[in-house]
């Protein structure tokens, strides 16, 4: 799995960290082969909410939120990429937390990369495969 290959304007979005949720999993990422009926879907079961979609190279993002502390996208499957999801943990700072992750036997999958003022993510293949998502300042 893969996070989205273009992202929003990063000069024009933001986010601003929330202190006391590290080590919660706050946003996950959903790949799906038609995102607009998955967001359909998750509105009618689950009442998550939706904000107006953000353009990407490739389609929308549809951010969503299913609490005050959570909640993630909804994007289209890259190029061989297998409809998924992908959770990322809330962290104080991405850059330490790959470096920690990779110290302890993870293996990178993609470096702490800012995608907007205040976000800067990371992706790791942990022990055992599981792939896992950093998010933080």
């Known amino acids: 799995m893969t996070a989205p290959a273009d992202r929003p304007d990063s000069s024009t979005t933001s986010h601003t960290p929330t202190p006391g ?12 082969r038609d995102p607009g009926a998955t ?23 549809h951010l969503f939120a299913y609490a ?11 190029p061989a990429e297998d409809p998924g999801a992908l959770p ?5 700072d991405a850059h330490d937390a790959f470096a920690k992750a990779v110290e302890a036997g993870a293996e990178p ?11 800067t993510i990371a992706i790791v293949r942990a022990p055992g495969g599981v792939t896992i998502g950093i998010a933080g300042p």
């Open 21 to 32: 949720l590290y080590g919660w999993i706050t946003h996950t990422d959903l790949a799906s």
């Open 39 to 61: 967001k359909e879907w998750a509105a009618q079961v689950f009442g998550w909410k939706f904000m107006p979609p953000m353009p990407m190279g490739d389609g929308e993002y």
């Open 68 to 78: 005050e502390q959570g909640g993630g996208g909804i994007r289209a499957t890259g």
């Open 88 to 92: 990322y943990v809330h962290v104080a």
């Open 109 to 119: 999958v993609q470096p702490p990369e800012r995608i907007m003022q205040g976000v």
